[in-house]
């Protein structure tokens, strides 16, 4: 392929007669693959096609290189109400996606202001056991639930969580997407909560409950402290240079941050001293800035809380 997808559909569409409408629902922060050029591409496409007449929301201009260097004479029309303010996937709670992009950003600031003023659908737990009772008790009825994680998170197999949705395999996605665990003991169901969907398979969908499994390929370092992108290779971890493989490991995390209707419980594992591949401080790091963007722990269970106060006060 030569040119761009939005430059091959814009082309396709050239060859009607008279008159051809394209209406695109573009989302920004959706690049997860190497060579996804987002909307920019679009902007690109337009700027050699002056055949084609464009309304767009202003907002949405800015953040869209080709069009704020498009020449005078090709026409574009803003219009405000061409942008979708609300998001829908989260129950248009309209708090999630702004926080999402605070915490990517590294904006602690920002991001823990947001969650003060808003209800965030986020918890955070270091207990693999916990994160799966809790969304068990979460997935009552039709309600559905289950594991995502990003195809770069590797080390979560030394955590028992090796096996990866087929993400190009139609017949495993259905059945992970509509198959149920409970009542029918289907292990292939997303809610038996043993295959972990990674943003392949999840990006454009969503589950009601999320575990979003958290790995070493997306950690906090330096002074001061940013988000680093990292891949496995061998046996150890290895840092990504490339600003493009960079944006798409944090696009990968924001699509995966944003698959809930409901909720979505974190699990950042504990580590393991003994394994440089889990290093605990690495992992700390990641929940306490998470802790510190404004996400609340994720609590026990009314019976389990009873259960430990019980220990405690033994």
């Excluded at 696009?251 to 889990?278: K, M, S």
Aim: proline fraction near 6%; include cysteine.
């Amino acid at each position: 392929m030569t040119q761009s997808e939005p430059a091959h559909l814009l082309d396709i569409m050239h060859r009607h007669d008279g008159f051809a409408a394209i209406i695109c629902l573009i989302g920004q922060g959706q690049e997860i693959h190497d060579g996804e050029g987002g909307m920019a591409c679009w902007g690109d496409a337009l700027a050699s096609r002056p055949e084609w007449q464009i309304h767009v929301s202003p907002d949405v201009i800015s953040s869209i290189p080709g069009l704020t260097t498009l020449p005078p004479s090709l026409p574009v029309q803003k219009d405000t109400s061409l942008h979708l303010t609300v998001p829908v996937r989260s129950l248009r709670d309209t708090a999630t996606p702004k926080w999402v992009n605070a915490a990517l950003e590294g904006n602690t600031s920002l991001a823990r202001s947001i969650s003060k003023n808003a209800s965030l659908p986020f918890r955070l737990t270091r207990s693999l056991p916990a994160l799966r009772k809790a969304l068990r008790e979460r997935s009552r009825l039709t309600y559905r639930c289950g594991l995502i994680a990003s195809s770069q998170a590797k080390r979560l197999r030394a955590e028992g969580l090796g096996a990866e949705l087929a993400h190009m395999d139609s017949n495993a996605v259905a059945q992970w997407f509509l198959n149920r665990w409970i009542p029918d003991k289907d292990v292939r169901a997303s809610d038996a909560l043993e295959t972990v969907a990674t943003q392949f398979a999840i990006q454009g969908l969503e589950l009601d409950f999320v575990g979003l499994c958290w790995d070493g390929d997306l950690i906090r370092t330096g002074y001061p402290q940013r988000w680093q992108s990292r891949r496995f290779s061998g046996t150890t971890w290895q840092t990504v240079k490339s600003a493009e493989k960079a944006l798409c490991s944090l696009n990968t995390y924001r699509v995966l941050l944003t698959r809930a209707r409901y909720e979505t419980i974190i699990w950042v594992p504990e580590g393991n001293p003994d394994d440089p591949t889990r290093c605990p401080d690495a992992l700390n790091e990641i929940a306490d800035f998470l802790l510190a963007c404004g996400i609340e722990p994720l609590k026990p269970s009314p019976t389990q809380q009873a259960v430990e106060n019980c220990l405690l006060n033994a």
